[in-house]
């Protein structure tokens, strides 16, 4: 997944720091059959807006994954240990909770079911 607003290279995060694994303890949600896509925002975060309309399109195109949203303000014990640095930031879990792939920013829907083809 790219992040839309990215102006150069080097603002994509990492890959996969912190804990590897979200379960639903973690996320106060259950996982996806399939896959979950978690998306940590912030209530004034535009982009936010746009990503949780493209996360549950794809969510509700692709059978079996599920879509959640965590307020990173709220969160902040859980947005530390992942070492998020900005909002929208979307992780993709396979279906057992494994992070998979990481991005900051507003993702194009292409680029969300890509990033859900190593996940499934």
Sequence with gaps: ???AEAPGPGTREPDIPGPDTLG???LGAELGERATLVQFSTAFCQPCRATRRTLA???A???GVGHVEIDAEERLDLVRALGIART???LVLDRTGRVVRRAAGQPRRADVIAALGRAV
């Design 1 to 3: 997944m790219r992040g």
């Design 88 to 90: 929208p930031t979307v």
């Design 61 to 63: 195109m692709v059978p």
């Design 24 to 26: 639903p303890e973690a």
């Design 57 to 59: 399109e794809v969510a």
